[in-house]
C-alpha cells in the first residue's frame, strides 16, 4: 500500500506538471512552464485508497465508470482544496473560469476528470497484474 501511495503521489505530479506545462504552452509561453505543489503529492497518494471502488465497479460501463471517477474527483478536489484553504489559508488551485465553483472546482474539467479515472483504472490494472503491492 505504501509503494502504491509513492506511485500515485508521483504519477499525479508528473501528469499535473505536464498538463499545467501544456497550458502555459497554450497560452504562448513557449517555455512550458509546469508547476505543481508538495500538498498534490499526497492527494494523488490517496488514489491508493480508491482502489476498492475500482474492484467494484470494474464490471461496469467504461462511460457510466467515467462518470463517478468524474463525480468523485470533483468531491475529493472539492474537500481537499477547502481543507487546504481553512488551515493554510492559501488556495493551492484557484479556477476563475464561468464553470468555476468557488475557484475550488470547475465544471469545464469534467472531461479531464473523465480521462484521469481511466488512466488510475489503467494504472491500477497494471500493478495488480505485476503483483506490486
Not at 98 to 124: C, D, K, Q
Request: hydrophobic fraction near 55%.
Amino acid at each position: 500500500m505504501v509503494k502504491r501511495f509513492f506511485f500515485y503521489g508521483i504519477v499525479g505530479w508528473g501528469i499535473e506538471i505536464i498538463w499545467t506545462g501544456l497550458g502555459s504552452l497554450i497560452g504562448g509561453d513557449l517555455r512550458l512552464l509546469g508547476h505543481s505543489n508538495l500538498w498534490m503529492f499526497l492527494i494523488y497518494g490517496c488514489a491508493v485508497f480508491l482502489e476498492p471502488l475500482h474492484h467494484a465497479i470494474s464490471r461496469w460501463n467504461w462511460f457510466f465508470r467515467g462518470l463517478v471517477w468524474v463525480a468523485l474527483i470533483w468531491g475529493i478536489e472539492y474537500s481537499s482544496g477547502l481543507i487546504l484553504y481553512l488551515v493554510l489559508g492559501v488556495h493551492p488551485w484557484y479556477y476563475t473560469d464561468r464553470f468555476a465553483i468557488n475557484g475550488i472546482i470547475t465544471l469545464s474539467y469534467a472531461p479531464a476528470w473523465f480521462v484521469a479515472g481511466m488512466v488510475f483504472e489503467h494504472l491500477h490494472a497494471s500493478l495488480d497484474n505485476y503483483g506490486i503491492a
